[in-house]
């Protein structure tokens, strides 16, 4: 798994927003502004004002936490690497993210050598068919763009204990990616067991 954070984001357009909401006008990014930010938008639960500022990822993961992340997305975009144009063309895009069983991990990994001897023994199968056998491991590559909101939805639902731990897993690389200043928006969000 793999998250890289591609944009700078800020909290002065939130700040902005709560500002022209009361016609206070903009606290600023300092300590007054993000306690105003806090208050808002974490306390009193004003968080529409959170869909100011935006993350940009660029995320790998695997097929099963790509089915989990589809659920319970709310404000999000994203753009999946096709498995129909990708996957043929460079059988080393197909890799797998290995479960926490070593026996499914043995099958996992020879499921997916054989796939990819099937590309190189078969170059008349075509990439639709093809990508019919990729397994629930399978790591696809996208990049995804959340609003602040959206992600403090993607952590309450995702960082549960009750989910899969690939999406767990995801969700804090995510969290560890964003800058630090930006943590207080999300740490209630994120759970502890």
Known sequence: MRVTLLNDPTLEYIDNAIGFC??????????????????????????????????????????????????HQVGINLAVMSTRYCTKQNPDLITVELSNND????????????????????????????????????????????NAQSLQHFFNMRSAKSAHYHIRDLAQAIYDTLPPEHHFLFDDCMSDT
């Open 22 to 71: 009361w016609n206070k006008g903009p606290y600023g990014t300092g300590e007054e502004g993000v306690a105003r930010i806090d208050r808002v938008c974490n306390k009193f639960k004003h968080a529409s004002m959170l869909r100011f500022t935006s993350y940009i990822f660029e995320l790998e993961m695997s097929t099963s936490a790509l089915l989990e992340f589809s659920r």
């Open 103 to 146: 026996k499914v991990n043995t099958l996992l990994l020879k499921h997916t050598a054989d796939i990819v001897q099937f590309i190189v023994d078969n170059p008349t199968v075509s990439n639709d068919d093809l990508k019919l056998l990729l397994p629930q491991g399978f790591i696809y590559r996208m990049q995804v763009q959340f």
